[in-house]
Each structure stands twice: as C-alpha cells, then as structure tokens.
C-alpha cells in the first residue's frame, strides 16, 4: 500500500514540473541564460523538496538524504 501511495504521489510531482519549469522560464526570462538556468534548476530542486515533506507528512518513509526524484536533500 505505501509503494502505491508514493507512486501515486510521485505520479503526481512529475504531472506538475513542467508547469513549474515553464513559470520559471517566464518569471526568469529577464536573467541570462546560464543564470536562468540555474535559477529553474533551484525551482525544480525546492519542488523536489515540498514533495518530500508532503509525503512525510502522508506517512511514507523516505531516506532522509535522498528522494526518489533524485535530488538530494542533505
């Protein structure tokens, strides 16, 4: 059951990233490219993190460094 649960909710932060990244791509177009970039990178790496609490807070165990998303958190 908790497999299917964290399924459901990676299914979920994968469905919204690309709405994430396209905000980024427009809330940061004034930067340059590199910088860009990095700036959609740390959105992506915050998403990752919210993710994380969320499911803690559903419950699933994660690994505390590492989230299946694969950023890592420590």
Excluded: N, V, W
């Amino acid at each position: 059951m908790e497999q299917r649960k964290l399924d459901e909710l990676h299914a979920k932060y994968l469905f919204i990233l690309p709405k994430i990244e396209l905000h980024g791509s427009i809330y940061f177009r004034h930067l340059s490219p590199d910088r860009k970039a990095d700036a959609i990178q740390e959105m992506r790496a915050l998403a990752c993190y919210a993710d994380h609490q969320i499911m803690q807070k559903e419950g699933i165990y994660l690994s505390p460094t590492r989230h299946r998303c694969g950023c890592r958190l420590a």
